[in-house]
């Protein structure tokens, strides 16, 4: 007997607003919530104050469904933080947040997305497979790990106007 895998879609009314610094400490929470080595307070504001392209994206009620963070080059956009509210996870809002990278790369003139998902994330990068990324390369002890070590990174990379999966 097959198991079918149920999976529940978002079906609320979700808007995106540009992060500010009045967001950032609700962003730390879901941030801190998310992740085992989160960004920080300070990681956030400095984006900030870069001018990093930050949105939010948040439910009817206000509260904060998730949120990213790009920095723009010349000929590709970085995305350096995606993250979903985690009992919002699995339902789709990840892929809402992914098509407005896409959206904003596009209007900016920019066709390709590049981004770095530890190699034992395996749920982000289906994720980013599914949305037609592929992997392009490895950055060695890329991310903080348990005690003093380091994880790698696997680079991904979308060209944009190419099929989506
Ligand atoms: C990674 C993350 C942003 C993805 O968001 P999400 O809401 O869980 O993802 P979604 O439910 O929107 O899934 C997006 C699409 O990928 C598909 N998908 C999900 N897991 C998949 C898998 N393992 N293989 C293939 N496709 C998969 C979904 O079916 C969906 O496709 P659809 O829109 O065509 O139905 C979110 O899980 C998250 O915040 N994780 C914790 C933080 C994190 O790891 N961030 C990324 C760091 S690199």
Redesign the pocket.
């Known amino acids: 007997m097959s198991s079918v895998l149920k999976?529940t879609?978002?079906t609320g009314k979700l808007e995106f607003a540009p992060m500010s610094v009045r967001d950032v400490e609700e962003v730390v929470r879901v941030e801190n919530d998310?992740?085992p080595f989160p960004w920080t307070r300070g990681n956030f504001l400095d984006s900030l104050a870069n001018r990093y392209d930050a949105w939010v994206l948040r439910e009817t009620d206000g509260r904060l469904a998730?949120y990213?963070l790009l920095m723009q080059a010349v000929d590709d956009v970085h995305?350096l933080?995606?993250?979903?509210?985690?009992d919002?996870?699995?339902?789709?809002?990840?892929?809402?947040?992914?098509d407005k990278v896409c959206a904003l790369a596009e209007a900016a003139g920019i066709y390709q997305i590049l981004?770095?998902?530890?190699p034992s994330?395996?749920?982000?990068?289906?994720?980013?497979?599914?949305?037609g990324f592929q992997v392009i390369g490895t950055r060695k002890k890329y991310y903080p790990a348990a005690g003093t070590t380091r994880e790698d990174a696997i680079v991904m990379q979308l060209q944009l106007g190419q099929a989506q999966?």
């Open positions: 999976v879609r978002y998310a992740y998730g990213f995305l933080n995606i993250t979903v509210r985690p919002l996870q699995g339902q789709g809002v990840g892929r809402v947040l992914l981004l770095e998902v530890r994330n395996q749920h982000a990068q289906g994720v980013y497979r599914h949305a999966a």
